[in-house]
C-alpha cells in the first residue's frame, strides 16, 4: 500500500480509502465490521462515510446509520487511532428536510455533533461539505446547472458562514481538516482565497466523481486543485459497478446495485455502451480484470490522492484493494486514451 499527503494537512492516507455507503442496507453490521477488519490488514488507513448514509437506497430513515456501525467498530476494535476517518455533513442536494437543509453555521454544528455521536469519537479527522447550496455539475447535473443564474453575493456568504463554523469545530478540536465535495473549480478556487484572506481552515481536498467514464475533473478543477494544493479523493471510480463488467449484455445479477439504482444515478445510456465494450475489449486483450484496470487507471492519475472503493462482499473489497498492486503499462494507457479522445463525455 502507498500512503499520499491529503493536501496540505501532514496526514498521509492510504492509496485505496475504504468507502461505506452500503453498510445498513446492502451489508448487514457484522459484514461493515469484516470489511473494516479486512481492509485494516492490508494496510488501508483512510475510511469515508457520510451521515446520509447508506444510500442503497438513500431513506430518511436510516440516515446516520453506517456511521453507527463504524461506530461500534471503533468501540470493539480500540483501532480509532489506525483510522483516518472522513464524514460529512449532507447540505442541499435534493434530500428532505431537516437532512437536506441548506448549509449553514446551524446545520454543520448540528451534523458534526450528531456525526461524533454515532461514530463514538471526539474527532473527525476530515470534515466535508457534501453538496454546496448553490448546486453542482455533479450527477449528471452537468446538463442542467446554470451557475449564470445564481446570486454571487448569497454564493460567497454561504462559502463564508459554512468557513467560520468549520474554524469554531477546528478550534474545539472536534474537526481536525476540511474538505469538500462534489464542488466545482469556482468553488475551489473560492473557499481557498476566503480561508486565506479570513484565517480560516483552507481545504484539504475535494470529494468528486472520476472515473473511465467521467473525466470532468481534469480541466478547470484540476488546475484549481493543482495551485492551490486540493486533493482529489475520487468516488464511483467503477461507475457504480458498470466498469466491473457484471451488468454485460444486460445481466442485473440479483443483490447488486441496478435492482435498487435501475439506471445507476443517471449513469446508463445507450450511447456509453460501446464506450464500455471498448474499455472491456482492452481488459480482455491484456488479460486484466475490467474493475482492476479501471481503478488501476484511476491510482495512477496525477493528481489522484486517494481512490473510495465500495464493495458488498468481500470477494470485490479483496479485487477492488488488489489494485494497488497493478501498474498498466504504457501500451494500455495509450489504448484506454485513444477510447477517452473517442468518446471524451460518454455519460
Known sequence: MQYRPLGRTGLNVSEICLGTMTWGSQNSEAEGHAQMDYAVG??????D?????PTTPFSPETIGGTEAIIGTWFAASGRRDAVILATKVLGSGGFPAPHGDPLSAEKIRRSCEASLKRLKTDRIDLYQLHWPNRGSYCFRQNWTYQPWKQDTARALADI??????LGRLVDEGKVLHVGVSNETAWGVAQYARIAEAR???RIASIQNEYSLLDRKFDTDLAEACYHEQVSLLTYSSLAAGWLTGKYRSGVI?????RTIHP?????INDGAEPVLEAYFG???RHSLDPSQMALAWTLQRPLVTSVIIGATSMEQLKTCIGAKDLVLPTGVLEEIEAVHRRYPIPM
Open 199 to 201: 484565517g480560516l481552515p
Open 263 to 267: 439506471n445507476l444515478g443517471g449513469r
Open 253 to 257: 445479477p440479483a443483490g447488486s446495485r
Open 160 to 165: 463564508e458562514a459554512a468557513l467560520e463554523e
Open 42 to 47: 492490508e494496510g488501508v488507513n483512510f475510511f
Open 282 to 284: 482492452i481488459a480482455d
Open 49 to 53: 462515510t457520510a451521515e446520509m448514509y
